[in-house]
T-cell receptor
């Protein structure tokens, strides 16, 4: 089984809908991250969390929210999806800030 | 931009040749990491080099770091078709802002 699991793997939705992407990990790491990847732009950090009570905005948090339900679970929500949120979304974990990150397989989201 | 910048953006070589990718950055680092991404998949960590190290090897991979020039290179020797992927550098910043910052990647194509 994968150490970092993202669900769903693919999602197509319509403009204005609320979407939740889920991430769970079995690595026992405190730090979890949500990234967005667009062609030619690399990875951009949306939100990160250092523990259940510590959530921080990243580079591009507008239009997104997160919930850290437990050490192992970190969810990303799009409250009202818009087409320019069409992208590949990744969850990652690490055991210390600036350390090696372990990625999930990604969620490909299309907003029509 | 705080991002590391990879060069070239794309590289096409024949199987058996060596592939060299470069990464430049602008501010101080604690470490520099290289990741690989197969098409549409999650990133996988390859190698981490600390700011006080100059060279590191892992199998067919060799990473160098020149902190005076703020640059790193990833060399893949005797490339194989299976090495076809995108390669990203990520810097672990110095100081209190410790989240990894990813570059935009080099897309490597190894032709059989």
């Amino acid at each position: 089984d994968a150490d970092v699991t993202q669900t769903p793997r693919n999602r197509i939705t319509k403009t204005g809908k609320r979407i939740m992407l889920e991430c769970s990990q079995t690595k026992g790491h405190d730090r979890m991250y949500w990234y967005r990847q667009d062609p030619g732009l690399g990875l951009r950090l949306i939100y990160y969390s250092f523990d259940v009570k510590d959530i921080n905005k990243g580079e591009i948090s507008d239009g997104y929210s997160v919930s850290r339900q437990a050490q192992a679970k970190f969810s990303l929500s799009l409250e009202s999806a818009i087409p320019n949120q069409t992208a590949l979304y990744f969850c990652a974990t690490s055991d210390f800030q600036g350390g090696i990150q372990y990625f999930g397989a990604g969620t490909r989201l299309s907003v029509l | 931009s705080q991002q590391g910048e990879e060069d070239p953006q794309a590289l096409s070589i024949q199987e058996g040749e060596n592939a060299t990718m470069n990464c430049s950055y602008k501010t101080s680092i604690n470490n520099l990491q290289w990741y690989r991404q197969n098409s549409g998949r999650g990133l996988v960590h390859l190698i981490l080099i600390r700011s006080n190290e100059r060279e590191k090897h892992s199998g067919r991979l060799r990473v160098t770091l020149d902190t005076s020039k703020k640059s790193s290179s990833l060399l893949i020797t005797a490339s194989r078709a299976a090495d076809t992927a995108s390669y990203f550098c990520a810097r672990g910043p110095g100081g209190s802002q410790g989240n990894l910052i990813f570059g935009k990647g080099t897309k490597l194509s190894v032709k059989p």
